[in-house]
Antibody, heavy 124, light 110 residues
């Protein structure tokens, strides 16, 4: 069964850091681009970042550029999101999502598999 | 990066058809055929319903269809059923090599 399992969420003070992980199983992980998508409480979806299957290319939303870093360890079938300088407005459920196809540019792809999410709360 | 514009809510009676619009610009929706639609039930992860404007993944009901005209994409649900009550989000590739989501539409089955 194709599955994504996020972890690493929690509560942190403004200015703090957190690293999210997403463990993948049931598919050839290094073939597919992966993304992080977040959803603030009661709000809509917001794309955060994407990374190519090899890990050689990364893309970020303007709202997190310079603060968040996406990475992957294909030997461990795991996706990461390092979040620094966290702000109250980063409070959200963070989902990892798998690209459907083998497209070169991740953002052109749709997300066919989603994890259940991990909650990040930034508050003093 | 601006979100795509969707109506906040759409409603219909069982058996009716409804259409959700998703309006962007020539730099996103209008410029590329990379529009997707996701369904999200409360407390659940989103589910892919339409990709590349009008394609349905395996297992998605053929009551759902997608289309695009100019800078506006649309999702139509025909033969509305109680199980269709959920939030729906569109997304589109943008010229900045990023992804934009719509603000979401709450579909209510009356």
């Amino acid at each position: 069964e194709v599955q994504l399992l996020e972890s690493g969420g929690g509560s942190v003070q403004p200015g703090g850091s957190l690293r999210l992980s997403c463990a993948a199983s049931g598919f050839t992980f290094n073939n597919y681009a992966m993304s992080w998508v977040r959803q603030a409480p009661g709000k809509g979806l917001e794309w955060v970042s994407a990374i190519s299957g090899s890990g050689g290319s990364a893309y970020y939303a303007d709202s997190v550029k310079g603060r968040f870093t996406i990475s992957r360890d294909n030997s461990k079938n795991t996706l990461y999101l390092q979040m620094n300088s966290l702000r109250a407005e980063d409070t959200a459920m963070f989902y990892c999502a798998k690209a459907t196809f083998l497209r070169v540019v991740p953002a052109t792809d749709a997300f066919d598999i989603w994890g259940q999410g991990t909650m990040v709360t930034v508050s003093s | 990066q601006s979100a795509l514009t969707q109506p906040a809510s759409v409603s219909g009676s069982p058996g009716q058809s409804i259409t959700i619009s998703c309006t962007g610009t020539s730099s996103d929706v209008g410029g590329y055929d990379y529009v997707s639609w996701y369904q999200q039930h409360p407390g659940k992860a989103p589910k892919l319903m339409i990709y590349d404007v009008s394609n349905r993944p395996s297992g998605v009901s053929n009551r759902l269809s997608g289309s695009k005209s100019g800078n506006t994409a649309s999702l139509t649900i025909s033969g509305l059923q109680a199980e269709d009550e959920a939030d729906y989000y569109c997304s589109s590739y943008t010229s900045s090599t990023t992804l934009a989501f719509g603000g979401g539409t709450k579909v209510t089955v009356l």
